[in-house]
Nanobody, 115 residues
Framework: QVQLVESGGGLVQPGGSLRLSCAAS????????AGWYRQAPGKQRELVAH???????IYADSVKGRFTISRDNAKNTVYLQMNSLKPDDTAVYYC?????????WGQGTQVTVSS
């Protein structure tokens, strides 16, 4: 059974940085496409970054130049490096992975940007 375990969230001051990790466990698992989404209180879940299997990585306009998605396929792990964080980045962040045509979601990790 495949599980996505997220880590790296927390409380950070404006201008600070965090790195989120999303580790996939399970046999015969291979990351094809990966992405990060977020959901702030009272708002819909939105795309933050998407890394397709081949092709160009996509970022939400609000995070371009500040966030970077990357992955280590050998470790079945996806990362989101977040720099120059702003209070508006406060949300629960979810990783999303597609493996052999099946979609998986992480449990979510809270990121709070506040002084």
């Amino acid at each position: 059974q495949v599980q996505l375990v997220e880590s790296g969230g927390g409380l950070v001051q404006p201008g600070g940085s965090l790195r989120l990790s999303c580790a996939a466990s399970g046999s015969a698992f291979s990351i094809n496409a990966a992405g990060w989404y977020r959901q702030a209180p009272g708002k819909q879940r939105e795309l933050v970054a998407h890394s397709p299997s081949g092709g160009r990585t996509i970022y939400a306009d609000s995070v371009k130049g500040r966030f970077t998605i990357s992955r280590d396929n050998a470790k079945n792990t996806v990362y989101l490096q977040m720099n120059s964080l702003k209070p508006d980045d406060t949300a629960v962040y979810y990783c999303h992975v597609v493996s052999f045509g099946i979609s998986y979601w992480g449990q979510g990790t809270q990121v709070t940007v506040s002084s």
